[in-house]
């Protein structure tokens, strides 16, 4: 998206930035979603940097806001390994939830699906509709049964089937519904009966922008959110929010979802991110 690449060139064909450059890069930055605080610090940086060496002050910057924590999936070392895909609807968590399913499964795993979206029949429709194009089966139960028996057996299926991956999606919550998001820590507490979650993973949806940022806290203050799925950075010239995310929250972002099809979708690649942005 080159966000900073206009700046930078800016900055470095005047000895001095004015003022109102430097107010038309913070107008930047806060558009793109990166939020104030880090908005702030690359301001910081870039004036204390001399013109020739502000992009590599700014890089600093940039990386020094991501998390340090690992990006790829925690693997169980004994039974399948569990990931619950949750966030607020429309987000994306169902077609994440197959294209992980699919990723894992081209890498030779074996990957079990599971619709505990049961808050809507068309949701259990969606998901399975995805398993019968990737192949991959779907555990689901009746109309509007509870989530959180489904996890159960499907958690149980996991176990008999002896699967690598148990992949589970969730109804889209409010954040800001506490019932609801005590809910997901029911679904968790069922399905740790028969086996330890791995992985739960935000889903957030990138044009969103700081809207996202608050559903992310509110998520990670009420279950334990152990990475995040970026998804639509395709249609959003606002990317920076990853940022904005991962130096609040210190959640690492795993995965982006960068179209509709079940290929679009791969792992976050930090320095590739950095170098899009600059
Ligand atoms: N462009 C784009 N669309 C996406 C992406 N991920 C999901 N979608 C679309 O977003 C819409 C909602 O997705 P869905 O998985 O049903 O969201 P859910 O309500 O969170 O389960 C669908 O039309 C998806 O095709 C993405 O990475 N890029
Ligand atoms: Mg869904």
Redesign the pocket.
Known sequence: MGLFGKFISKIKGTAHASASDWDELEVSLLEADLGPRLAGEIIVAAKAAKADSADSAIIHTLRSALSHKPRTLTKSETGPTVVLVV??????????AAKLAAALSRQDSLVLLAAA?TFRAA?VD?LQTWGERLEIDVVHGAPNADPASVAFDAAQQALARSVDYLVI?TA?RLHNKSDLMAELGKVRRVIEKVLPVQEVLL?VDATTGQNGLAQAKVFAESVDVTGLIL?????SARGGIALAIEQSLDIPIKF?????SVT??APFEPEIYIQGLL
């Open positions: 966030g607020v609807n429309g987000t994306g968590k169902t077609t994440s979206d949701a969606q999606d889209g889903v998804t639509k950075i395709d249609g982006v979802g960068t179209g509709e679009d979708f």
